[in-house]
C-alpha cells in the first residue's frame, strides 16, 4: 500500500509535469497543464494531511468529548437527524462531483478514434512502440487517476465535514445553555451546569484552532488551484475541444471546480456566525434567578464568546463565501488577461 502510494503520490504528477509544453500542440500542452497542477496540488495536500495526523487525533478526541455532552432528547434528535444529515448531504456532492468527473473523463478517452494516452505525458518507455507499452501506459493513467481522485476525496471532504460538526456542537451548546434554569434542579445544579457548558466552550475553541492548523494550508493551495483550473477549463472549452464527449468532460470539471470549495466556504461562514451568537444565546437562560457565582461564570462564559473565529487559509484569506465568490472572479479576471495577451 505504501508503495502504491509512492507510485501515485510522487510518480503520478512527475510523469505529467515532464511532458509539460513538450507537446504536438498547444491544446495538448493545455490539457497536460490543468491535470498536472491538479495531481500536484492533490499530491501536496496529501502529504500535508499526512504530516498532521498527530493534530488528526486530537481533533478526533475533542470531538468524543463533545459528543458525551449530547444527552437531551432535544440534542439528540438535532445531533442524529441534522448534523447526520448535513454530513452525508456532504459525501453525497463530493461522490457525485468526483464520479462525474471520473466517468466523463473515461468516456471521452475510451471513445476517441485515435491511439492516445489517458492524457499527455511522459512515459520511460516509448508507449506507441506497441500494443503492451501501450496498454501498460494507459492501465499505469487509468488507475493512478482514480487513485489520486480517492485522495482528492479525502482531502477535500475533511476540512467542510469537520466544521460542519463544529458548527453542529456550537448549536448544540447553544441550546444546552439556553435552557439553563428552566428546570426543577437546585442553583447548585444550574451552576454545575454552567460551568461545563465553559468547558464545552473552551473545547470548541480548541477545536476550531486545531481544525485551523490542519487546513490552513492545505486550502491556500485549493482556492489558488480552483481559480487557475476554473480560467483553463472555461479557455479549453471555448478554443479547444475536439468531440462532444471531451466538451462534456471539460463542462462537468468546470462546473466542478467550484462546487468543490463550495461547502467549506459556507461553513467557514457558519463558524464565524455561530461563535458570534453564543454571546447572546447565554442570556437566554433563566439567569436572573440565578446565584452572584452563576453570573460572575456567565460573564467568563460571555468574554470568551467575543473571541475572534475567522477561518484563515494560509493566513491570508479567509475561509468564507466571500472567498467563494473572489475565486469565481479570480478567475474570469485570470481568463480576461489570457484572453487580451492572447
Known sequence: MLNMSILVTVCYPLHLALALFRNSSLAGDIKNLAVCVTCIACSLKFVIYTRKLRIVRAIEQTFAALDARVQSELERKYYFTTMRRSVRNILYLFLCLYAAVGVTAELAFLLREERSLLYPARFPFDWRASKRNFFAANIYQIVGIFYQLL????????????????????????????????????????????????????????????????????????????????????????????????????????????????????????????????????????????????????????????????????????????????????AYSLFAVIMKAK
Open 151 to 330: 485522495q482528492n476525496f479525502v482531502d477535500d471532504s475533511f476540512p467542510p465535514i469537520t466544521s460542519c460538526l463544529l458548527a453542529g456542537h456550537i448549536k448544540l451548546l447553544g441550546m444546552r445553555i439556553a435552557r439553563i434554569g428552566y428546570d426543577a434542579a437546585d442553583v447548585e445544579e444550574h451552576e454545575k451546569e454552567l460551568v461545563q457548558c465553559i468547558k464545552d466552550q473552551k473545547n470548541l475553541y480548541r477545536l476550531f484552532d486545531l481544525l485551523q492548523e490542519v487546513i490552513s494550508l492545505p486550502m491556500l493551495i485549493q482556492f489558488t488551484v480552483t481559480a487557475f483550473n476554473i480560467c483553463v477549463a472555461m479557455i479549453v472549452l471555448l478554443f479547444y475541444i475536439d468531440t462532444p464527449l471531451e466538451r462534456l468532460y471539460y463542462l462537468t470539471y468546470f462546473l466542478a471546480m467550484p462546487l468543490q470549495i463550495f461547502p467549506i466556504c459556507y461553513y467557514g461562514s457558519s463558524l464565524q456566525q455561530l461563535f458570534g451568537q453564543l454571546q447572546y444565546e447565554v442570556f437566554r437562560c433563566n439567569w436572573p434567578d440565578q446565584t452572584r457565582r452563576f453570573k460572575r461564570e456567565m460573564i467568563l462564559f460571555t468574554e470568551r464568546a467575543l473571541k475572534e473565529t475567522t477561518a484563515m487559509a494560509g493566513g491570508m484569506i479567509r475561509i468564507h463565501l466571500d472567498t467563494f465568490f473572489s475565486t469565481l472572479k479570480g
